[in-house]
Each structure stands twice: as C-alpha cells, then as structure tokens.
C-alpha cells in the first residue's frame, strides 16, 4: 500500500478555516490536490484567506455563521453545489470562551452550544446526502476536553466537546453501512492565533511557559500536527477506522 | 448510610430511578425535594412516601427559569441544600435525518441545558453546605449504540464530561461533583416498553447485558446515595457504570456469547442485529 497522501479530485469542506488548526487543515487538503471550500463568519475574512492561499479555481468561498440552522441550510449546499459534490466534511467551526459557572448565563450556554455543537451535527445531516454518494469521510474536530476536564472556566465548552465526542461515535455506528466514516480529533494545546492572544493578554509568556511545563512532551502543539491528523482520518490509509477518537495533545490527557 | 439531616432535591422523582433514589433518601432519614412536571403527581408521590420529610418542588426543568423556581422552592422548603441530584430527562426518537431542530433544541433543554442551570442555582447553598451533585446520564453516553436515540446520546455524552470540568471547578468550594451512568434499569417506562412488545425487552436485556438480567431501580438509587455520602467523600470527577457490564464490552445492543463457549465460536454464531 501506498501511505503517500494525495487528494487529487477529492471535495472539501472544512469550517472555519480561515484561520488556526481549520486553515491549516484547507491548506493541506489544497496542497495536495484537493478542490477546498473555506468557511468563515465574514466574506471579507474568507476572500483573505483564499487569497492568501493564492487563490484559483481549487478553493471556494462559503462564508456564513454555522450558529444558525438557516445558515447551514444555505450554505452547505451551495458549497457541496460548486465543489460538484463532497468527500470530505471536516467540523471544525467552534469558539473557547471562558465563563465561571456563576457567570453562565443563558446567552453564553446557547451561543457556545449552537455554534460547537447544533453547528456541528446540522452541518453533517446537511452534507450527508452528498456524503453517502461519495461514501465520503467526517472529521469532527472536539478538543482534549471533550475526554477530560478543565480546571475551570470551561464547562460549557467541554460540555459541547465532550457531546461531539459521543455524537462522533454515534454517528458512526449509524452511518457505518453506507460507507461513510465518522472520526474524531482532540486536539490540546496548538499554536494557534486563538492561543497566540491568550498568551498575549496572560503577559510574560504565561501561557506558553504553563503549557511546556504542563505537557508531557513539553510543547506546544504545531498546526501542521492537527492538519497532519486530520489529512489522515479523511485518507484512505483511515479506511476502516471509524467512531474513533484521535488526541493530539502531547499526551497530556493520558495524565500528567 | 445515614442521611439524618440531609437535604436532597431529586429532578424528575415521581417515577423510576429519579423515585428509586428520593425513597432510599427519605428512608435513611433525609429530606426530599421531589419534582416532576405535573404539581398533581408530585402531590401524590409526597403522600404516598409519608408526607414528612418532604417537600414539594413541581416545574419544568425545560426552561432555564423553570430550573431557577424548581431549585429555589425545593431550597427554600428543605432550609438549605446538600445534594443535588439531576436525574430529569426525556428519550425522544429520532435517526439521524429525521433530527429537526426543534427535536434537537429540546433534547438539549430538558437532558443537558437542565443539569447545568440546576447546579448553578444550587451552588450558593451547596458552596455553604459543601454538598455535592450527581449528574444522571447513561452508557449512551460511553458508547455508541442503536442509533434511534441519536441526539440523547449526545446529551449524555456532555453529561458525562461537564462532570468532569464542573468537578474541577467546584472542587476549590468543597463541592463535589459526579456521573452515574445506567444501562437497563427496569422502570416504569422500560416496563411499558416491554409489556407493549410482549416481553421482548427483558429478552433482549438477558442476551445483550453481560450480567444476564435487567437492573433494579434500588441499584441505581444505593449508587446515587454512595456518591452522596460522606464515603465518596474523596470521589469527584467520577464516572459510575450501573450497567450490568455493558459499558465493558462497549455495547448496549449486540448479544452475549454462551458461558463456557470459545469467543471465535461465540462470534460466528451471534445473529447481525442490522
């Protein structure tokens, strides 16, 4: 067999990638050969990003707020229409805010959980036409809190994470006999924008410092480690893995 | 145990394992909260489990503010709180292309949205009691399984994990936190179930859960009462099988093999269950 990736006329969507671990994703689809459509809130942020990624008729615009079902119903099948069809769905739209339990307010539980989780699953029943032709592949993107616990701050989101985990498996199972593949990637720390302005507002390398201390292998993860996860749960080498949930966070939820 | 003293609020208690776990409370000597929807037949579960001790907490967990009046009459009836046990929930059908949204924002609402504002409208007494919350969810939260009650997996799911962040969390207060989750546990509706299918589900439970029979309400409740108790008073974060073995060999659906049969044989001769 052949482990050299190649995704040659194969039909991608990967939400919000326009920038992080979503962005790295699209480009490395793109790069080896894949026709990509990039999803972000704004048209403004999506024309960026294609152009940065040096446009051409391998990339589609589908920007939209996937926080709405409307939205998905919309977009989804304009950009499974222009792509000429879908092989690969990656979900990887979500959004990190952090809330002490006191604060959660109902405007906080609804926004988080409509955009990482309703986005998520009404973005796959959305595709999944296209995906049972196509006997196509999902990748759900949750996080190392959707296996384990934060120590604060982040109920709501490891709520949705740890929901996407089950829901991955679930689907899975019933999407098993028409071919199509559901997995899992839980990504922990990466060097992402998001996590870029964290560490800026923390001050002193705060964050960074925490995160090499705090992980078993010492560092924080690279995009390029997520998209190099994700290229292989959509590639055929990931053929007959399925419901799996894949961590890539230095080990840090094996325990530390 | 001895829960002399106590004061539990139960969601969702005037049936199954939500009642199961309010009677084992009250008959170790705590005070109840009992809720349900119907204000009647919290009324009725009131009486019959002796009226003493108990206290009468009806809403709909559904809403965020059904949660709030739910958990602050229950307070204000008990005098305080030291456990909170979210057990309401409801099991809607549906496959993965029948999912509405209105299917979807439901489930939510009443199995995980419910379990979340209930413990935040309980935390200023359970901060000064440093009590603790049991989530109820479900092995379809651990595993996959028959894909009809798609959405309530999902919510079980964050069930289980919200366990584990609000544990770390609350854990600064005193205020422990934990999970059950309940595989085949004959209730009310599970024995409706199996009457309506002439006793298919009892058969399918002995063939499909390792311990070869279906679960006993009072197994679940001494489980919720454990985690209450000043024994688990180490245990937060926890996640509790009352499954009969199912989680173990991640299935709620496929068929035990034969004892003392070789698993090579057990597997050629187990029916699909497509």
């Not at chain 1, 993860?221 to 996860?229: F, N, P, Q, R, Y």
């Not at chain 2, 929807?37 to 489990?49: F, I, Q």
């Not at chain 2, 307070?75 to 993965?96: F, K």
């Not at chain 2, 099988?241 to 093999?257: I, L, R, T, Y």
Request: charged share 20%.
């Amino acid at each position: 067999m052949s482990m050299q990736l190649d995704f040659s006329g194969k039909r991608v969507l990967v939400t919000g990638s326009t920038k992080g671990i979503g962005r790295g994703a699209a480009e490395g689809f793109h790069e080896l050969g894949a026709m990509v459509a990039i999803n972000g809130r704004t048209p403004e942020s999506v024309a960026r990003a294609i152009d940065e990624m040096g446009g051409g008729e391998r990339l589609i615009a589908a920007p939209g707020d996937l926080s709405r079902v409307s939205v998905i119903h919309d977009v989804v099948p304009k950009a499974i229409d222009a792509l000429g069809g879908l092989d690969i769905l990656v979900n990887n739209a979500g959004r990190g805010d952090e809330r002490l339990i006191d604060d959660i307010d109902a405007e906080h539980w609804e926004a988080v959980l409509a955009l990482n989780l309703k986005g998520a699953f009404f973005t796959i029943q959305t595709a999944l036409p296209a995906l049972k032709q196509s006997k196509g592949s999902v990748v759900n993107v949750a996080s190392m809190l959707g296996v384990m616990g934060a120590p604060a701050g982040l109920i709501v989101y490891s709520a949705t994470k740890g929901a996407m985990v089950q829901m991955t498996r679930m689907m899975a199972l019933e999407l098993a006999r028409d071919g199509v593949r559901v997995n899992n990637l839980c990504p922990g720390w990466i060097d992402t924008p998001m996590i870029e302005h964290d560490n800026e507002l923390a001050g002193g390398d705060a964050l960074y410092k925490y995160i090499d201390e705090d992980c078993p292998l010492g560092r924080i993860g690279k995009v390029d480690e997520t998209t190099g996860a994700i290229l292989y749960l959509s590639s055929a080498n990931a053929g007959y893995t399925t419901g799996s949930t894949l961590v890539a966070d230095g080990g840090i939820s094996s325990g530390r | 145990m001895d829960f002399t003293g106590k004061r539990i609020l139960v969601t969702g208690s005037t049936m199954g394992i939500g009642l199961g776990a309010a009677e084992m409370f009250h008959a170790a000597g705590a005070s109840v909260a009992i809720n349900g929807r119907n204000a009647a037949t919290v009324g009725e579960t009131v009486e019959e489990l002796g009226g003493e001790r108990l206290v009468a907490a009806p809403g709909d967990i559904g809403s965020i503010e059904g949660c709030r009046n739910v958990v602050e009459t229950a307070i204000a009836g008990l005098g305080g709180l030291d456990c909170l046990v979210n057990n309401a929930g409801i099991c809607d059908l549906a496959r993965v292309m029948e999912v509405s949204e209105e299917h979807w924002d439901k489930m939510m609402a009443v199995n995980l949205r419910s379990a979340m504002f209930c413990s935040k409208f309980a935390l200023k007494e359970l901060r000064k009691s440093k009590g603790n919350i049991v989530h109820i969810a479900s092995i379809s939260g651990l595993v996959g399984g028959p894909s009809d009650s798609h959405v309530y997996a999902i919510t079980k799911g964050g069930m289980i994990n919200m366990t584990r962040t609000m544990a770390l969390e609350l854990a600064g207060d005193g205020v422990r936190v934990n999970c059950l989750c309940p595989g085949y546990i004959d209730t009310p509706l599970i024995q409706a179930e199996n009457e309506a299918t002439g006793g298919q589900v009892y058969d399918f439970v002995k063939k499909s859960a390792p311990l070869g029979r279906i679960g006993e309400v009072r197994e679940c409740a001494s489980s919720i009462l454990y985690f209450a108790s000043d024994g688990a008073g180490y245990v937060t974060g926890a996640i509790l099988s009352n499954d009969g073995g199912c989680a173990a060999k991640a299935s709620w659906g496929g068929a035990n093999h034969e004892d003392g049969e070789l698993i090579s044989n057990a597997y050629t001769t187990i029916p699909r269950t497509d």
